[in-house]
Structures are given as C-alpha cells and as structure tokens.
C-alpha cells in the first residue's frame, strides 16, 4: 500500500497504468520525501547511486526552467 494521497495511486486507479516515466518520478520524489531532501539517504532508498538520483533530479530541474 501507499502512504499519503500521492499522485501515482491515483494513477494507477485511472483505466491504464501510469508509464515508467511517471512511475519513476513519483519513486523519485517519494524516497526525497522519505529521507528528508538527503539525496544520499533517498538514493539508498532506490538502490541507485547518489550520483545517479543527482542526474534525474538535475534534468527534471532542467525541465522545469
């Protein structure tokens, strides 16, 4: 189960699943949530490196401009 009322439980309710790239986001944003903005703590939280959650969050910051 998901805690909170978070975006992708509410995804996945809709009559498709929500794609990989939204999936990703939100296992993004949820482990940062979970880990207090410690980007060294929500990498471990996903199994990737902290150099790798530091590359997604830079290009969604990117995207975001």
Do not use: C, Y
């Amino acid at each position: 189960t998901f805690p909170d009322a978070s975006p992708l439980p509410q995804a996945i309710a809709r009559p498709t699943l929500p794609s990989l790239k939204e999936a990703a986001q939100w296992l993004v944003e949820e482990a940062m949530r979970r880990a207090d903005g410690n980007q060294g703590a929500a990498a471990l939280h996903l199994g990737i490196s902290r150099t790798s959650l530091n590359k997604r969050l830079s290009r969604r910051a990117q995207k975001a401009d």
